[in-house]
């Protein structure tokens, strides 16, 4: 044993030893194991009596319930990580950032912050079998307020993240009919007159029946307009669904997920092979790939990757760690991140598939009736002798005119009137311009796609598949949520578990009718800018470097070939300690700076003009937004001002059994040491080296030093009260 170790110092010094093995182990003042939970029925921390050690279930330690099966657990953690942002918003960036260019700086950066976190967030809930608040708690207990931060963002999106549900469900239901009703215009009569609804002809049939229709909207976020009863009732269903899912924990939401996230799939691959038999899908698919080399080295682009890996996986919420909390202490995590990653990204990349394949085929249908619309402005034109008949090419039928016949008559036209062509009213009529249309989130889901599908056979059907996959991918994602909130909840708590469900069930809706009144649409995007974004993106950064700085990665690395039974890679290392951070807090400057530089407000929807016009927030909502950026991060301070000054108890005594097991078997492995401690012959116990070689990093030296220097990961936050300063940090 090295001379510098803190045991061979206490042996060759003359105070008296009355430690316990956790107390040398810890580096801490001796504790009162009698009046400890972490005592394992040991009398003044001696070895348990032969006969009365404890019986622990490694599958239920203190009755912590656990998934059925492997495949349950990989389909809730698929049902929680690909949502509607898959199906909405990943196609959106693609197009938006230089088409399969931006695949490039997506995968790169799953690899470099995407995989290592989520590994991260897997491995601490497995080991520690608590959800965030516990697990948290247990790493550094001053940073605590991580997984308080955590619940309240998932409480946040949960209020508004079920509203898109209540939309989806409502449309579900409107489907049931042919023709769909927002296949065409209302018509309003007027006595013996019938005239199309003016808003209605300004904008689109699909965009009315959204804003009009289904939110009835108001012009600003300051009227609130009163309930939308539709809405409210839609919304009511969502929570129900929701609240009949979760409330037996995983026993009733696992079940629930081999439908909820294996649906989805089945109809991304029905309209994949739909959508390839459509006029025009080839030309979506091939302008959505075709890689734009020069937008790819813009920061902007990559700010926007990383932002869309983070909340693809899920990091930060909660519901990951709760996930993985009910899992054998001994399951392979690292493979379970690494494939629902993989999935995750191919998911993403079928949706853009899906996605591009229905608006390349929506974007032919609305050339196509250009086109038609502009050669009867040139047949009037050529009739009323404004136009000359020798301008049009002798090959063009107007009867079967092409995109590329009406092309060549346009720039005839054009060249020839270049001084009065603006007067004419014709446009280009360009398949490009109708693809670079970007739409995302509702807009794509409820106007654009929905328009598409009017055209499609069978239009019904495809509408009813469509928001039924919705509904799956939403609700997927809700059980990951709730899951985040409630497991927290009853590990801190004694509670019913069917009974705290109901009740935030009950609660989640009666504050959600915030988003269900006439404005509710402006404040569903107010909290999905402002209740998430940053403070989840900083509450990442805490976890990472709670473990990597504090803890210490050496250690956390150890405690993964403990648990695992191999060692993880070594580029982990460099990742979670150097990599992860730097990205993470380069992100939060960014999302910091966008913050700053753009205007906070609103699109607000325009009844007389039939349009979006951008609208400022007004003071209140300001403040409002504000707010929610605020609360979710308080509890950081606060908790670790507390815990300083030792007014909050750090809850090390309520370690979770299979910590206090490991912790047994720890001391057994040690035993030899303490004997020679005690003074008794070392040659009566067994070796103090561990049976396996522990993996201590780059660098590292004996184990035995790591072990005698450091807290095993059994002792996250142990005897934090009587050694109130903070763990050294790792080199």
Known sequence: MPKSSKVTQREHSNEHVTESVADLLALEAPMDYKSSQMSMNMAGGGPPPIGKQPDISPDLEDGRPAWNSKLEYILAQVGFSVGLGNVWRFPYLCQKNGGGAYLVPYFILLLLIGIPLFFLELAVGQRIRRGSIGVWNYVYPRLGGIGVSSLMVCGFVGLYYNVIIGWSIFYFFQSFQYPLPWSECPIRRNGSQAIVEPECEKSSATTYFWYRETLNITSTIADSGGLNWRMTLSLLGAWIIVCLAVIKGIQSSGKVMYFSSLFPYVVLFCFLVRGMFLKGAVDGIAHMFTPKLEIMLEPQVWREAATQVFFALGLGFGGVIAFSSYNKRDNNCHFDAVLVSVINFLTSILATLVVF??????????????????????????????????????????????????????????????????QLGLEQCLLEDELNKAVQGTGLAFIAFTEAMTHFPASPFWSVMFFFMLINLGLGSMIGTMTGITTPILDTFKIRKEILTVACCIVAFLCGLLFVQRSGNYFVTMFDDYSAGLPLTIVVVLENVSVAWIYGTKRFMQDLEDMLGFKPYRLYFYLWKYVSPVCLIILIAATVVEMSISPPGYNAWVQDLATERFQS?????????????????????????????????????????????????????????????????????????????????????SPVELITNSTSISGYGSGYQTNPAPPKSES
């Not at 912790?663 to 067994?686: H, M, Q, V, Y």
Request: proline share 8%.
């Open 617 to 701: 927030y007004p003071p209140w909502a300001l403040a409002m937004c504000f707010a929610l950026i605020i609360l979710a991060m308080l509890p950081l301070p606060l908790v670790f001002i507390a815990r300083h000054f030792n007014w909050l108890p750090d809850g090390s005594n309520k370690l979770s059994v299979s910590y206090r097991k490991s912790l047994t078997k720890d001391t057994s492995n040690l035993e030899d040491e303490t004997r020679f401690i005690l003074g008794k012959n070392p040659s009566e116990a067994p070796s103090p080296m561990p049976s396996h070689r522990a993996y201590l990093g780059p660098g590292s030296t």
């Open 357 to 422: 394949a229905v608006l390349g085929f929506k974007a032919n249908v609305l050339n196509e009736k250009c086109i038609v619309e502009n050669a009867e402005k040139i047949l009037d034109l050529l009739n009323s002798n404004v136009l000359s008949h020798d301008l049009i090419p002798p090959h063009v039928n107007f009867s079967h005119l092409t995109s590329s016949d009406y092309a060549e008559m346009y720039e005839v036209i054009k060249i020839v009137k270049e001084d009065s062509f603006s």
